[in-house]
T-cell receptor, first 111, second 114 residues
Framework: QKEVEQDPGPLSVPEGAIVSLNCTYS??????FMWYRQYSRKGPELLMYTYSSGNKEDGRFTAQVDKSSKYISLFIRDSQPSDSATYLC???????????FGGGTRVLVKP | DVKVTQSSRYLVKRTGEKVFLECVQDMDHENMFWYRQDPGLGLRLIYFSYDVKMKEKGDIPEGYSVSREKKERFSLILESASTNQTSMYLC?????????????FGPGTRLTVL
């Protein structure tokens, strides 16, 4: 079993819909939780990070962490075609400064 | 803006060849990382470095080595390439060793080993 599980998708939604992404994990020692966005043929870029349980909002993006359930989510409101990308969750704090990544979910927002 | 550049976007090598992947960052970052990215497996850490001439093994170091002679440059070496090393290789850098410091990624090198 992988330490971090993420549905690979693709997740196809119409423009303007809410995109809901999630990851589950098994290591209760994770303290930091991040979401990266990766466009085709580009490297990942950090979207958001949260520390421990709770919510964090940044514009159209909301990240949620539920440590009791070992479950994290990313919501994208009013999705745009430019949001079409692969979204990777990443977690750390369990082993020094190393991050453990999920496999990524491919999202397609159709105009 | 932070810029991380990788020497090649696409590379094709033969089994047994020695392969060098180069990464350069222009923001005086202390930390540099090499990952490989495979479908469904996400990014897996191969090696990282906190300082010049310092290196630490990541999760999958077997078959790889690294070199960091200058702060801005971090090289990944495949001593004898094998077909199971066909992958996308991503380099990243970050300012300091705190986990909350953003890792900035290069565009990646897609390596095919025949």
């Amino acid at each position: 079993q992988k330490e971090v599980e993420q549905d690979p998708g693709p997740l196809s939604v119409p423009e303007g819909a809410i995109v809901s992404l999630n990851c589950t994990y098994s290591n209760s020692a994770f303290q930091y939780f991040m979401w990266y966005r990766q466009y085709s043929r580009k490297g990942p870029e950090l979207l958001m990070y949260t520390y421990s349980s709770g919510n964090k909002e940044d514009g159209r993006f909301t990240a949620q962490v539920d440590k009791s359930s070992k479950y994290i989510s990313l919501f994208i409101r009013d999705s745009q075609p430019s949001d079409s990308a692969t979204y990777l969750c990443a977690m750390g704090g369990a082993a020094g400064n190393k991050l453990t990544f999920g496999g990524g979910t491919r999202v397609l927002v159709k105009p | 803006d932070v810029k991380v550049t990788q020497s090649s976007r696409y590379l094709v090598k033969r089994t047994g060849e020695k392969v060098f992947l180069e990464c350069v960052q222009d923001m005086d970052h202390e930390n540099m990382f090499w990952y490989r990215q495979d479908p469904g497996l996400g990014l897996r850490l191969i090696y990282f470095s906190y300082d010049v001439k310092m290196k630490e093994k990541g999760d999958i170091p077997e078959g790889y080595s690294v070199s960091r002679e200058k702060k801005e440059r971090f090289s990944l070496i495949l001593e004898s390439a094998s077909t199971n090393q066909t992958s996308m290789y991503l380099c990243a850098s970050s300012l300091a060793s705190s986990l909350t410091d953003t890792q900035y990624f290069g565009p990646g090198t897609r390596l095919t080993v025949l």
